[in-house]
């Protein structure tokens, strides 16, 4: 009986340690870029043009800007422009899909059919920030400042 029990018991630990074992599938190492730069930003600064160039600070008017880059290169976000009177555009609250690339120091997003053209939209990476660096074919300059959202243990 001793022996019957001591081989099912070892079966019983084979089977479950052959099951746990790995299966030679391992997934990919994401792209180092992606690692880099992954993660929850938050404009901080956001200044556009308004009627006549007047800048208007979106960020005091209750405007946001707000991106999620994931590790396999997609993104979303989030921009909302409330009403005011310097700015044409009538209040809006878009979400956006697409994708980016990392080329060096410098983001772009991609395919996100937000209301400026994509090929605007380039960013230089810092430490823990994206920094629009390209004109946006206005007379006065679009200023965004977006930092990398840093989480307590336990946070979303």
């Known amino acids: 009986m001793k022996l ?22 391992d997934p990919p190492e994401p792209d180092p870029d992606a690692v880099r730069v992954a993660g929850s930003y938050e ?6 043009p308004g009627d006549n160039d007047i800048p208007i600070n979106v960020l005091e008017i209750g405007g946001l800007f707000e991106v999620e880059l994931l590790l396999d290169f997609s993104l979303k976000g989030r921009w909302l422009m409330p009403e005011n009177q310097n ?21 772009q997003f991609i395919d996100t059919g937000i209301l400026v053209p994509d090929s605007d939209f380039f960013f230089e ?15 006065a300059p ?13 946070e979303p």
């Open 43 to 48: 404009a901080t600064t956001f200044i556009i």
């Open 125 to 139: 990476i810092t430490d823990s920030s994206l920094e629009l660096t390209s004109g946006l074919s206005t007379i």
């Open 142 to 154: 679009i200023k965004v400042e977006m930092k990398k959202l840093i989480y307590a243990l336990g």
């Open 87 to 107: 700015f044409q555009q009538s209040r809006f609250d878009e979400m956006f899909e697409g994708t980016y690339d990392v080329k060096d120091d410098s983001l």
């Open 4 to 25: 019957k029990l001591r081989i099912l018991l070892t079966a019983t630990i084979v089977l479950i340690t052959a099951s746990c074992s790995d299966n030679g599938t």
